[in-house]
């Protein structure tokens, strides 16, 4: 059996060849603390983010696209791989993990050594933009340039793929997480109103948008005033709202810009040809793909289902597993 995993640090995605994604949830574990046992993982973990007693935690074991938990990563890998294997319990998977382009040796182990733990027979990991290129349907190993830009929770990260392989390629620890984040300060800041992690996403995926709109959305929004204390609403606009996540943005051009630069000329000609990929779940954002084009000149296109991209690239992997086991991964 062979099992791909995305394993974000907002949500985890598993796929498994011929069925597609069998699993999305989010990478969140609740662990009760006196007894430091974990009570529950994914969706029912998240729905007590922010809603806990002092004796629960509920948190993500990864921090910008690493481990910063060992044993609960171990944990949520171990739950995911059980509830996707169903009665076919006792014969150990052979897992592949998407990993940051990023990441340190040591981080990378560290995967590879959690879903060893958990119960997998081997262990792989490959890059994430890579992943997410074969994924979004380019053919990665053409000998021209395509780029992807991948906007996740944790992680950004831009690369130019040739003939199989990362040709320039650059990440950011920003990702939609740090513009919730944004979201949540600037609330703080503008109206005096503390507002959970929970209500900054809402807000994003209902009226963010990248570019600022002629015609406005607007939204009541529910939380705490912080000069009386006391439950308050009030009415914010979609303007405000790309105010306020509008340097997470920017830090993602750099990135994108930096890319650019370190581009081959051959290759940058493919792209401007061809126009870079948005793929994650930040390329839902609306006017993102707008944004990219505006500030870069050059095309940029959204990949379909951009949320599955990383984990149907690790499918395709998985297929042809002898293939690409010389070229694109590291394996324990």
Same mark, same amino acid.
């Given at each position: 059996?062979?099992?791909?995993?995305?394993?974000?640090?907002?949500?985890?995605?598993?796929?498994?060849?011929?069925?597609?994604?069998?699993?999305?949830?989010?990478?969140?574990?609740?662990?009760?603390?006196?007894?430091?046992?974990?009570?529950?993982?994914?969706?029912?973990?998240?729905?007590?983010?922010?809603?806990?007693?002092?004796?629960?935690?509920?948190?993500?074991?990864?921090?910008?696209?690493?481990?910063?938990?060992?044993?609960?990563?171990?944990?949520?890998?171990?739950?995911?791989?059980?509830?996707?294997?169903?009665?076919? $319990?006792?014969? $150990?998977?052979?897992?592949?993990?998407?990993?940051?382009?990023?990441?340190?040796?040591?981080? $990378?182990r560290a995967v590879i050594e959690a879903a060893m733990q958990a119960g997998a027979k081997s262990a792989y990991v490959a890059k994430e933009p890579v992943l997410a290129a074969i994924g979004a349907g380019i053919p990665i190993n053409s000998?021209?340039?395509?780029?992807?830009?991948?906007?996740?929770?944790?992680?950004?990260?831009?690369?130019?793929?040739?003939?199989?392989?990362?040709?320039?390629?650059?990440?950011?620890?920003?990702?939609?997480?740090?513009?919730?984040?944004?979201?949540?300060?600037?609330?703080?800041?503008?109206?005096?109103?503390?507002?959970?992690?929970?209500?900054?996403?809402?807000?994003?995926?209902?009226?963010?948008?990248?570019?600022?709109?002629?015609?406005?959305?607007?939204?009541?929004?529910?939380?705490?005033?912080?000069?009386?204390?006391?439950?308050?609403?009030?009415?914010?606009?979609?303007?405000?709202?790309?105010?306020?996540?509008?340097?997470?943005?920017?830090?993602?051009?750099?990135?994108?810009?930096?890319?650019?630069?370190?581009?081959?000329?051959?290759?940058?000609?493919?792209?401007?040809?061809?126009?870079?990929?948005?793929?994650?779940?930040?390329?839902?954002?609306?006017?993102?793909?707008?944004?990219?084009?505006?500030?870069?000149?050059?095309?940029?296109?959204?990949?379909?289902?951009?949320?599955?991209?990383?984990?149907?690239?690790?499918?395709?992997?998985?297929?042809?597993?002898?293939?690409?086991?010389?070229?694109?991964?590291?394996?324990?």
């Open positions: 059996m062979k099992i791909g995993i995305d394993l974000g640090t907002c949500n985890s995605l598993v796929f498994i060849p011929k069925k597609g994604v069998v699993l999305n949830e989010p990478s969140v574990v609740a662990v009760s603390v006196p007894e430091n046992k974990i009570l529950a993982v994914g969706d029912e973990a998240k729905e007590m983010i922010g809603r806990t007693p002092e004796t629960i935690i509920a948190y993500r074991p990864l921090k910008d696209g690493v481990i910063a938990d060992f044993r609960v990563t171990e944990a949520m890998i171990r739950y995911f791989l059980n509830k996707v294997q169903g009665r076919l $319990r006792f014969f $150990r998977p052979e897992v592949l993990i998407g990993i940051p382009a990023g990441v340190t040796s040591t981080e $990378r000998s021209s340039g395509n780029m992807i830009i991948d906007i996740g929770g944790g992680t950004s990260e831009v690369a130019v793929i040739s003939l199989g392989g990362i040709v320039a390629c650059a990440s950011s620890r920003v990702g939609g997480d740090k513009m919730d984040e944004a979201i949540s300060i600037f609330i703080k800041e503008k109206y005096n109103l503390a507002i959970g992690e929970q209500t900054a996403e809402e807000i994003k995926i209902k009226i963010g948008f990248a570019l600022p709109q002629k015609k406005e959305e607007v939204m009541e929004i529910k939380g705490r005033d912080l000069l009386e204390g006391l439950p308050k609403s009030i009415l914010i606009s979609s303007n405000e709202i790309t105010e306020a996540m509008s340097n997470q943005l920017q830090e993602i051009i750099t990135v994108i810009k930096t890319v650019l630069r370190d581009t081959p000329p051959e290759l940058s000609a493919d792209i401007i040809n061809k126009g870079m990929v948005l793929s994650g779940g930040g390329a839902l954002l609306r006017k993102i793909d707008e944004l990219f084009t505006k500030v870069t000149g050059v095309p940029c296109y959204i990949a379909d289902e951009p949320m599955l991209c990383v984990a149907k690239g690790t499918g395709a992997v998985l297929e042809h597993l002898e293939v690409y086991k010389r070229s694109l991964m590291t394996q324990k």
